[in-house]
């Protein structure tokens, strides 16, 4: 089992930048796979980032060349770096831990993108 914490959200003006952090409660050097995920108000929650324990990295069309993800082992924590934000980037932003065991979500950050 594992608790993750995000935070980092807030309000930021569109074209800002935001960084999200993820702490994990343990070692996320053996966790599969871990990723962000948001949800928009009345629509469904979707894959943002995610970051495997080996091999590449994967985006959303809709971030890509905005967000980077990225995860220090070390720290027991992943990041979301987001740039260029635009108005639809407007969500809460999940993290999410794949392990052997199952799926394990932290409670979500609100990021707000507006003038």
């Known amino acids: 089992q594992v608790q993750l914490v995000e935070s980092g959200g807030g309000l930021v003006q569109p074209g800002g930048s935001q960084r999200l952090s993820c702490a994990a409660s343990?070692?996320?050097?053996?966790?599969?796979?871990m990723g962000w995920y948001r949800q928009a108000p009345g629509k469904e929650r979707e894959l943002v980032a995610n970051?495997?324990?080996?091999?590449?990295?994967n985006y959303a069309d809709s971030v890509k060349g905005r967000f980077t993800i990225s995860r220090d082992n070390a720290k027991n924590t992943i990041y979301l770096q987001m740039n260029s934000l635009k108005s639809e980037d407007t969500a809460v932003y999940y993290c999410?831990?794949?392990?052997?065991?199952?799926?394990?979500w932290g409670q979500g950050t609100q990021v707000t993108v507006s003038s």
């Open positions: 343990r070692s996320i050097f053996s966790i599969n796979e």
């Open positions: 999410r831990a794949g392990t052997s065991y199952g799926f394990y």
């Open positions: 970051i495997p324990s080996a091999g590449s990295t």
